[in-house]
C-alpha cells in the first residue's frame, strides 16, 4: 500500500512538472524574440541556478546514501539541459508554433526506448509499432510540401533527443543522488556553458546591455517563470519522482506536455493548427501512449473483463 502511495505521489510530481513545462512553452517563445534564444536561455539558467542553490542552503539533504553520486549526475544532466534548451529556443525562435513545438518534443517517449534497444535492451513489437506511428505523424505536422522540412522543427526534434540522454542519466543515477543538489549543479553547469554560447554567437554590446535587457518587465516575467517554475521547480520534481518511477511511466507521463502546450498556444498565443498539422498531433500522442500502454494490464482493469471473470 505505502509502494503504491509512493508511486502515486510521484506520478503526481511528474505531472505538475509535465503542466509547467507545457505553458512554459509561451514565455520561452516570447522570451526568445525579445532577448535571443541563448540569451534567454542564460538569464533562465542563471535563476534556476539562484534558486535551487537557495533550497540546498536553506534545506540541506541529509538521506544517507552508500555513495553520493550527485556531482557525475548534475553536471551530465547540465549538459544535457543545456542542449535540450539552447536547441528548443533556437528552434522557436527561428519558427516553430508553440503547439507544434510541444508535439515534437514530446517524441522523448519514443526516444527513451528506441535508446534502450540501442543499448542492448530488449523493446517489444509495440515500441517499433509506435516509432512508425510518431513518424508518420511527424510527417503530417512538419512537412509542408515543396518547402520540405524546417530547420527549426529538426533542432526541436534534437532537444528531445538530449532529453531522453537526460532521464536515462538519471535513471541510471537514482539511488545514489540527492534531488535539489542534483538541480542546483544541473543548472549551474547549464549556466556555464550559456555564458560561453552566448559571448561565442550572440555576442552581447556589454555586460550593462544583459542587465538592461534583464529588467525589461516582459522579460522579467518569461525568466521568471521559465527559471524558478519550469528551471529549479519542475527538473526538481522530475528528479525525485524518477527515484520511484521507471523512465518508462516518466516518458507516458511526458506525453501530456504536448496537451498543456496546444492549449498554452491557443489561449494565450492565440495560435491555431491546420487540420494537417492536428491530424499529426494526434498520432503522436496515440504513438506515445501506445509505446507504454501494458495492453494485458489494461484489459484486466477494464469492468467488463471483471463481469466475464465473475460469470465463469
Avoid at 71 to 94: D, E, H, K, N, W
Avoid at 115 to 130: F, P
Wanted: one cysteine or more.
Amino acid at each position: 500500500m505505502k509502494s503504491e502511495m509512493r508511486r502515486m505521489k510521484a506520478a503526481g510530481m511528474m505531472l505538475t512538472a509535465t503542466m509547467i513545462w507545457g505553458i512554459s512553452f509561451v514565455f520561452q517563445s516570447r522570451g526568445s524574440k525579445l532577448a535571443g534564444p541563448l540569451t534567454f536561455n542564460l538569464l533562465r539558467c542563471l535563476v534556476a541556478s539562484a534558486s535551487t542553490g537557495l533550497l540546498v542552503r536553506m534545506h540541506p539533504d541529509h538521506t544517507v546514501l552508500k555513495k553520493d553520486q550527485s556531482v557525475p549526475a548534475g553536471i551530465l544532466c547540465g549538459m544535457m539541459t543545456f542542449l535540450t534548451s539552447a536547441l528548443l529556443q533556437l528552434g522557436m525562435a527561428m519558427g516553430s508554433a508553440v503547439g507544434k513545438a510541444g508535439f515534437l518534443s514530446s517524441t522523448t517517449v519514443i526516444i527513451v526506448p528506441v535508446l534502450n534497444a540501442l543499448a542492448g535492451h530488449h523493446q517489444g513489437l509495440k515500441t517499433w509499432i509506435s516509432t512508425a506511428i510518431t513518424a508518420f505523424g511527424m510527417f503530417l505536422l512538419c512537412y509542408s510540401g515543396d518547402a520540405g522540412f524546417a530547420f527549426s522543427d529538426l533542432l526541436i526534434l534534437l532537444s528531445a533527443l538530449t532529453y531522453a540522454f537526460q532521464i536515462l542519466i538519471l535513471d541510471h543515477y537514482r539511488d545514489s543522488i540527492r534531488s535539489v543538489r542534483v538541480s542546483f549543479l544541473q543548472f549551474s553547469t547549464a549556466a556555464l556553458l550559456s555564458i560561453v554560447s552566448v559571448i561565442l554567437f550572440e555576442r552581447p554590446a556589454s555586460l550593462s546591455y544583459l542587465f538592461a535587457l534583464a529588467l525589461r518587465p516582459q522579460i522579467i516575467l518569461a525568466v521568471l517563470y521559465a527559471g524558478i517554475l519550469s528551471s529549479g521547480l519542475a527538473y526538481t520534481l522530475q528528479i525525485e519522482s524518477q527515484k520511484v518511477l521507471e523512465p518508462a511511466t516518466v516518458s507516458l507521463l511526458l506525453c501530456f506536455e504536448s496537451v498543456f502546450t496546444v492549449l498554452a498556444g491557443f489561449f494565450f498565443l492565440h495560435e491555431i493548427l491546420t487540420v494537417r498539422e492536428l491530424e499529426g498531433c494526434v498520432l503522436i500522442f496515440l504513438a506515445a501512449v501506445l509505446s507504454q500502454v501494458h495492453v494485458r494490464n489494461l484489459v484486466h482493469h477494464l469492468p467488463v473483463y471483471h463481469l466475464h471473470a465473475r460469470a465463469r
